[in-house]
């Protein structure tokens, strides 16, 4: 336990922060893996913008991914507060430590391939959820996070707008290239109500590091921040 307070610490995290970024990043992989991908729900973001490019113009899908990560993790290291590179890597092998275990068990969920419109309501649900204790902690498991970060603190967008501009943006480019209609409009609505659960996790849960405090200190931390 000591240990572990300590790795908090030097994350600039409480350990209940800790808790929840794991937790989060479980929330996300268990989405993907479970409702998402059986129900071939399309992503946007980073993920949807891999696929576009590769259904443009037929570049390497798994190279893109690398080098577009690694870009806006760049970016995040210049842009974001000190201390971001960490929670960072810590939140990215977590999520994909998450996903393996997950394949690993295998589906535990019937498919909802059929009843797109369902996968798309509780992925959304489950997918803003995880992220938005992720993102509130201070943590990104991938580019999407990075760029909502980013645009979050270098525009006047919320966070929740942030996602939501940057996957509507490629949503929209992906279906003058390639993506049909029907799937357009699940995966708009599941990217619609993930926004919002993350703005709802930004609005109502304290900063990172605050969550053990007393309320007085509470208060005072978040001042010192502001």
Known sequence: MQLLRRFAAWM?????DLFLMVLGNLT???ALYNIHMPSRITEGGVLGGVVLLNKAFGLDPAMLSIVLDFTLYGLGI???ERGFLKKA???TLSYATSLK????????LPSLENAPYLAAIVGGLLLGAGCGLVVTRGGAAGGDD???LILKKRTSLSLSGAYFISDAVVLGLSFFVYLPAQNLLWSFLTTLISSFVVGQFELRLP????????MKQRTDASNARA
Do not use: H
């Not at 600039?12 to 209940?16: A, T």
């Not at 275990?101 to 535990?108: C, D, E, L, M, Q």
């Open 89 to 91: 890597v810590f939140s």
């Open 12 to 16: 600039n995290l409480s350990v209940l």
């Open 101 to 108: 275990i997950f394949s690993a068990i295998g589906p535990v």
């Open 28 to 30: 996300m992989a268990f």
């Open 78 to 80: 210049l842009l974001l």
């Open 146 to 148: 990075c760029l909502a």
């Open 207 to 214: 900063k990172s590091g605050t969550l053990a405090l007393p």
